[in-house]
């Protein structure tokens, strides 16, 4: 079994990924997401002095907001919209989103969310000049590197981006052997990427889009892995339908002999909490159940408060399971984690 980490702000330090790896970690990711060319570098520099070889998670096809911390908007508020323009020559509130390919598919009337729980934006104009106005519908904050969706309509958009491409190059020179891509929707997609990646490197297929749900017997035929999103899964459809996928797509791989690893929603309680939720426990255990080899960590351990600790209690859960599995009743004589990875509190709660 697997477990792979995200690395972010709350993980890239050389003590912390040797605890990391201590504690359990088998895959460490780089998510170009939430990269840039200058801080893929200095990831590569400080994981590899580690002695650890990150993977990449592509950045895919995903509108990202771009350019700024905060904005807040209100109900009713008339604001631009731009694509890739940094500094465009205008002295009003505007929002800049990346991906310049999607500005032609995006028609007067659509509605753009943007982040799970954010802004709701109205297409009211499109510019000759290369915007578009819009109407707030809803009031709120928006922050940088959020991904936006157009409701109801689904663009095509190249499925390795300009910077996925240059930074696959890159990472495969330092001996990257793993990537995943992000948001393959079919065989066509999955295709372009292991093409990409060539043989000698695992190509773990996301599945996050409503597409990739329908085509995932096509998907699974040319991926090594598959990685069930669900948190981007449920940007295209409705929360109560995301356990139904997934056990789905679990099932149809396993028939394959194709791994499937989850993501999101792991431990949330403890990005904040040095205890985990029962549910969060019991989600962990059905995973396992299903015949889940892999779980990742990814906010948790990139921006959370207990990266170590989150890691560490995932690994204890699948020995906890192990020993299930093997027939044995409660935990018998597992050794817990070493204290000075879990903390106190949660040993003593194990």
């Not at 578009?132 to 190249?158: H, Q, R, Y």
């Not at 990646?197 to 096509?218: F, M, P, Q, R, Y």
């Not at 029962?278 to 779980?295: H, P, Q, Y």
Request: charged fraction near 25%; aromatic fraction near 8%; proline fraction near 3%.
């Amino acid at each position: 079994m697997e477990i792979t980490v995200t690395i972010g702000p709350a993980s890239i330090d050389p003590q912390i990924l040797n605890k990391l790896r201590r504690a359990g970690a088998s895959r460490f990711r780089i998510n170009l997401s939430h990269a840039n060319k200058n801080s893929l570098y200095e990831y590569f520099k400080i994981m590899k002095s580690c002695g650890i070889t990150p993977c990449i998670d592509t950045q895919g096809p995903q509108i990202r907001t771009k350019g700024f911390n905060i904005l807040k908007l209100n109900e009713g508020e008339k604001i631009r919209i731009y694509f890739e323009q940094s500094n465009p020559e205008y002295k009003g509130k505007y929002i800049n989103l990346s991906q310049i390919s999607a500005f032609d598919q995006i028609e007067i009337g659509d509605i753009i969310r943007m982040d799970f729980d954010g802004l709701i934006a109205k297409i009211t104009e499109k510019s000759s000049e290369g915007y578009f106005k819009s109407e707030i519908l809803t009031s709120g904050f928006l922050f940088k590197n959020k991904g936006v969706d157009i409701i109801g309509k689904t663009l095509e958009l190249p499925i390795l981006s300009d910077f996925d491409t240059q930074s696959i190059n890159y990472a495969l020179e330092q001996g990257c052997n793993v990537v995943f891509a992000s948001f393959v929707s079919n065989a066509k997609e999955a295709s372009i990427v292991k093409d990409f990646v060539g043989s000698n490197c695992k190509l773990i297929s996301k599945v996050e889009t409503a597409n990739g749900v329908s085509n995932i017997d096509e998907i699974i035929n040319l991926s090594e892995e598959i990685l069930i999103d669900r948190g981007d899964l449920s940007r295209e459809t409705s929360i109560p339908l995301i356990p139904i996928a997934t056990s789905k797509i679990i099932e149809r791989a396993n028939k394959r002999n194709c791994p499937v690893n989850v993501a999101t929603n792991i431990l949330d309680s403890m990005m904040q909490n040095s205890m985990p939720s029962r549910a969060e426990v019991s989600d962990i255990f059905n995973l396992l159940n299903s015949n889940v080899k892999g779980i990742v960590l990814a906010a948790e351990v990139a921006i959370g408060d207990n990266p170590v600790s989150s890691t560490a209690l995932v690994k204890y859960l699948m020995k906890v399971f192990q020993n299930h599995k093997k027939g044995l009743i409660g935990i018998g004589n597992l050794e817990k984690p070493d204290k000075s990875l879990i903390g106190e509190e949660l040993y003593n709660w194990i």
